[in-house]
């Protein structure tokens, strides 16, 4: 356990599945909104268990636009987390409304559903709630309260492609869309990757066709059905839409990402209970709370420090030691286009961010990588 080893936080399993995938769009000619994206939605789809499935070109956009579909506009609120990456809040700015945070359950690091009938008011348009890190949050909950109050539920399911929730007593993956929408990001960070790249999933076909529409400048006739048409068409821009295409080299590698994908969820789970096993001998540190109702692709696994550890030091001793980690998921309201006089009450998702540290965890790390972490933490924090 002396050798320096050089451990980093997380490693995309990508190669040469991808690399010959891509070869297909560029030796064809067409390299955007033509067969491998349409074959990458109805695979995701498939994958899902969701009706319909629309690829964007990130999780953020994605976002926009399930807002968008929603209605949610100027003067609205929005209620949804603080404790994200800072792009949850965004998209809720980026059609002039007002992210109003509720605290997380420290338990899960996802949205404490007993706090959100509190924050409705006249104004509320959506509940955006994340699976923060692949772990479900409470949907049941969340959609209990959104139900009794009319509310729509989109899921930033970023993290969570891959992760399953029971439902009816059947375990579902996350993007059937239990919520209206649900949205998916293929960023290196996440499970599976395209480099950039994002999907939305609904059982609703009137959202799904204005994705399609917004997605591309809010054009009438898509690219598939022009090429193949024998006479000539015109096609027409009713509504202001946007370019968040995906390409077809991303969704190209993104089939492919999809078949890998059962297998990455294992080798997570796999490192995920063995973190759990490892570091229950650790006195003083809690770890992320499994419900008996989620199964997480633990996209992240964080344990949090007993009081009289510093955040940074232990960081840094890891570092030192060739271990990479990063500290607990950031808030949004500390950032400076959130804050706002009279500040937040949001002690949980501060918490979380001052305590927590986020371990490393990729498909190819080995048993014997795991040790070394988790010797290294013991050694750190002795
Ligand atoms: C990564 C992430 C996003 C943004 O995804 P992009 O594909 O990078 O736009 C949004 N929400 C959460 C919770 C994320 O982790």
């Given at each position: 356990?002396?050798?320096?080893r050089?451990?980093p936080l997380?490693?995309?399993?990508?190669?040469?599945?991808?690399?010959e995938?891509?070869r297909?769009p560029?030796?064809s000619?067409?390299?955007t909104?033509?067969?491998?994206v349409a074959?990458?939605?109805?695979?995701?789809?498939?994958?899902t268990g969701?009706?319909h499935?629309t690829?964007?070109?990130?999780?953020?956009t994605?976002?926009?636009?399930?807002?968008l579909?929603?209605?949610?506009?100027?003067g609205?609120?929005?209620?949804?987390v603080?404790?994200?990456?800072?792009?949850?809040?965004?998209?809720v700015r980026?059609?002039?409304?007002?992210p109003?945070f509720?605290?997380?359950?420290?338990?899960?690091?996802n949205?404490?559903?007993?706090q959100?009938?509190a924050?409705i008011?006249?104004?509320?348009?959506?509940?955006?709630?994340?699976h923060?890190?692949g772990l479900?949050?409470?949907?049941a909950?969340?959609?209990?309260?959104?139900?009794?109050?009319?509310?729509?539920?989109?899921e930033?399911?970023?993290?969570?492609s891959?992760?399953?929730?029971?439902w009816?007593g059947?375990?579902?993956?996350?993007?059937?869309?239990?919520?209206?929408?649900?949205?998916?990001s293929?960023?290196?960070?996440?499970?599976?990757?395209t480099?950039d790249?994002?999907m939305?999933?609904?059982n609703n076909?009137?959202?799904?066709?204005?994705f399609?529409?917004?997605?591309?400048?809010?054009?009438?006739?898509?690219?598939?059905?022009?090429?193949s048409?024998?006479?000539v068409?015109f096609?027409?821009h009713?509504?202001?839409?946007?370019?968040?295409?995906m390409t077809?080299?991303?969704?190209?590698?993104?089939r492919?990402?999809l078949?890998r994908?059962?297998g990455i969820v294992?080798?997570?789970?796999h490192?995920?209970?063995r973190?759990?096993?490892?570091?229950?001998?650790?006195?003083?540190f809690?770890?992320?709370?499994?419900p008996?109702?989620?199964r997480t692709?633990?996209q992240s696994?964080?344990?949090?420090?007993?009081?009289h550890?510093?955040?940074?030091?232990?960081?840094q001793?890891?570092?030192?030691?060739?271990?990479?980690?990063?500290?607990?998921?950031?808030?949004?309201?500390?950032?400076v286009p959130?804050?706002r006089?009279g500040?937040?009450n949001?002690?949980?998702?501060?918490?979380?961010?001052?305590?927590n540290?986020?371990?490393?965890?990729?498909?190819?790390?080995?048993?014997?990588?795991?040790d070394?972490?988790?010797?290294?933490?013991?050694?750190?924090?002795?």
């Amino acid at each position: 356990m002396t050798e320096r080893r050089s451990i980093p936080l997380t490693r995309p399993l990508i190669g040469e599945a991808e690399a010959e995938a891509s070869r297909r769009p560029i030796m064809s000619g067409w390299l955007t909104q033509g067969p491998e994206v349409a074959a990458f939605e109805q695979e995701f789809a498939a994958y899902t268990g969701a009706a319909h499935a629309t690829a964007v070109s990130n999780c953020t956009t994605a976002l926009h636009l399930a807002l968008l579909v929603l209605g949610v506009g100027s003067g609205d609120e929005v209620i949804t987390v603080s404790h994200s990456y800072v792009a949850t809040a965004n998209v809720v700015r980026y059609c002039n409304a007002t992210p109003v945070f509720v605290d997380i359950d420290p338990a899960t690091s996802n949205m404490d559903a007993s706090q959100i009938e509190a924050a409705i008011t006249p104004r509320t348009k959506a509940i955006l709630c994340v699976h923060q890190m692949g772990l479900p949050c409470d949907l049941a909950a969340i959609l209990a309260v959104a139900k009794a109050h009319g509310l729509p539920v989109v899921e930033d399911a970023a993290c969570a492609s891959g992760s399953e929730i029971s439902w009816n007593g059947q375990w579902e993956k996350v993007g059937k869309a239990h919520g209206d929408i649900a949205c998916f990001s293929f960023h290196p960070r996440k499970v599976i990757t395209t480099g950039d790249g994002g999907m939305i999933t609904t059982n609703n076909p009137d959202y799904d066709r204005q994705f399609r529409l917004l997605r591309q400048h809010g054009m009438s006739v898509n690219d598939r059905v022009r090429h193949s048409a024998n006479q000539v068409i015109f096609e027409e821009h009713a509504v202001i839409g946007y370019n968040y295409r995906m390409t077809d080299v991303q969704a190209a590698i993104g089939r492919e990402q999809l078949k890998r994908l059962p297998g990455i969820v294992e080798a997570r789970r796999h490192l995920g209970s063995r973190y759990v096993q490892l570091l229950a001998d650790l006195p003083g540190f809690t770890m992320p709370h499994e419900p008996e109702w989620a199964r997480t692709n633990w996209q992240s696994f964080w344990v949090r420090l007993p009081e009289h550890l510093d955040q940074r030091t232990v960081m840094q001793g890891m570092l030192d030691r060739g271990v990479a980690t990063r500290r607990g998921i950031m808030n949004a309201h500390r950032e400076v286009p959130y804050q706002r006089e009279g500040g937040y009450n949001l002690p949980e998702s501060e918490r979380a961010q001052d305590r927590n540290i986020i371990l490393p965890l990729y498909p190819q790390m080995t048993d014997e990588e795991q040790d070394y972490v988790v010797a290294m933490l013991s050694e750190v924090c002795a």
